[in-house]
């Protein structure tokens, strides 16, 4: 079954109909102002981009320069040092699912202990600390989970019992075993926002965040 808290995830997804952003109906961490957490009420109306249109529209016409994909090495991969370009396959955004999709390298993941250093989205937090569950995005700048994102840029840690985090806004490495879930992250009926399947595929049952 589907875990309450994401079940409230993809809940948030289909009554607001988010674009780019993930918007939670629950609280969403303050930063850097030492405050508790908002209210949903709060987290919605304070989701919109406040950027002045002219910004906007000069943003738009210079789009941020592509990455270089740099996957890990084979040496760093047997020892479980992967990155999230180690996790990206051959899907557009929205599109939904296949497993055929996923290439023979991230499929020898599967069950295996690693490490994989990105950011914890704040707009999937419920508390700040004791933390048993968020999802680990490789950029804190732009959206990696959700509608408008890429499947692979996302991966849903739940601790191991008895082991917990707390949320900070620089990176971090999650430690843990690797797993692809095909089943448990599926949109309702297997239909999302856009036309996705589903939210997430990968996940670590984390047992160090550090």
Known sequence: ???????????????FGVTGVLILNAAIPEENEGKGPKTPDQAVAGSGDVRGRGEEEKTAASPRPKVEVRKSSNSSRAKGDINFDDLAFDIEKDAKFKPGLLTDEIKKLDGVKVKLRGYILPSTLFKETNIDQFVLVRDNQECC??????????VIVEMVPGKTTDFVTRPVTVEGKFKIDTEKYKYP?????????HFAIFKID?????
């Not at 984390?206 to 550090?210: L, M, P, Q, S, T």
């Open 189 to 197: 009926n297997g239909i999302g926002p856009r036309g996705a399947s």
């Open 1 to 15: 079954m589907m875990p309450l808290r994401f079940a409230t995830i993809v809940s948030s997804f289909l009554l």
């Open 145 to 154: 989970f959700g509608p408008g994102a890429a499947l692979f840029d996302c």
């Open 206 to 210: 984390g047992v160090n965040v550090k």
